[in-house]
């Protein structure tokens, strides 16, 4: 089992920036790959990045890159995703999701996730 908490969201103009943290507790953290999703109104959920320490590898959609990070603390107890450049369509609800497997950008893939945090982004 690994619970997880996000934080960090809130309002903000384009092109400003917004970090946003995903605290994770439960047995072997450290051996979970995580991933940021987001979701607006009626639209589906979205893969944004995905982070994994035991191979230390990250990567995000195409639709975020060269804006967004997704970095660790090395023992996986807190995941962020640094947000830049941020644009009007970045407004969502952001979850942090974790699975066992690498890889997987759906969300039918991750097995646990939090509830989520709200960032709007302002003209």
């Known amino acids: 089992q690994v619970q997880l908490v996000e934080s960090g969201g809130g309002l903000v103009q384009t092109g400003g920036s917004l970090r946003l943290s995903c605290a994770a507790s439960g047995r072997a953290v450290n051996m979970y790959t995580f991933g940021w999703f987001r979701q607006a109104p009626g639209n589906e959920r979205e893969f944004v990045a995905t982070i994994s320490a035991s191979i230390a590898i990250a990567n995000v959609a195409d639709s975020v890159k060269g804006r967004f990070t997704s970095s660790t603390d090395g023992a996986m107890n807190t995941v962020t995703l640094q947000m830049n450049a941020l644009k009007q369509d970045d407004s969502a609800v952001y979850y942090c999701?974790?699975?066992?497997?690498?890889?997987?950008?759906?969300?039918?893939?991750?097995?646990?996730w939090g509830r989520g945090t709200q960032v709007t982004v302002s003209s």
């Open positions: 999701a974790a699975v066992t497997t690498w890889g997987a950008r759906t969300q039918s893939a991750y097995d646990y």
